[in-house]
């Protein structure tokens, strides 16, 4: 058994709130066991310098990441001098991720501002970050094409994002922070609802991993990312009422 009691295929309870915040086209609160996190969407009619520079047509999603200071056990510094390098890995993860549901030429002159804010880091926060976000995403879509800013949808598929790992000789699907720390093998798995791969990162932290030992970590990552779909849809079933 793991440190809460789980069994090593087993999800940590995952639970979907929409419209946790007034202001954003989109919002939710995700909860993976003790790691809490805000994702917003809001809609600009804009889109980056770079893409009018280009005259590119369509739009463009992006996100931001953060840690509040005390969503971790020892208090974590504002970001306010520039952002870390871990913090822009992972922003861009999100952003990269979002994009990969959706057909951009159909945003029409728009960006989409993803926020993903911490509010508690018990391991797996990217993960939870993209599978909230692409929540609030759909929800500022649908809420974009009822009030006719949107001819068509752009979003292509859904995307979800789960954390696996070696603890000894164990395939762990779900890692929080302490067996994250202890764990061989530490994996991110992004997949889209075509059950196609997004994105892959996967590390040897103490020891290296077999081509068959990879292969069963993304069998069980495909197994936890379908139980994600389904609190997705769930969600935005909730949101829609």
Known sequence: MRSDSRKFDELRPIKITPNY?????????????MTRVICSATIANEVPQWMR??????????????????????RVKRERKGISGRTQEIQRLIGRSLRASCDL??????????????????GGTRCASISGAMVAL????ETLIKSGELEENPLENNIAAVSIGLLKS????????SEDCSAEVDMN???????????????????????SQMNEMLDIAE???????????????AAML
């Open 105 to 122: 030429s159909k945003l029409d002159g728009k960006t989409v501002y993803i926020d993903c804010d911490v509010l508690d880091a018990d």
């Open 21 to 33: 915040l007034q202001h954003p086209t989109g919002s939710v609160l995700i909860e993976c066991g």
């Open 138 to 141: 759909r929800m500022a879509i």
């Open 53 to 74: 520079a280009q005259k590119i047509k369509g739009g463009w999603i992006t996100a931001e990441y953060s840690l509040l200071p005390t969503s971790t056990h020892d």
């Open 223 to 237: 197994k936890g990312i379908r139980e994600i779909f389904n609190a997705q849809n769930s969600a935005i079933k």
């Open 189 to 211: 798995i992004i997949m889209s609802d075509k059950f196609e791969f997004v994105e892959i990162q996967g590390t040897a932290e103490g020891k290296t991993f077999t081509r």
């Open 170 to 177: 164990d395939i762990a699907l779900d890692l929080c922070y």
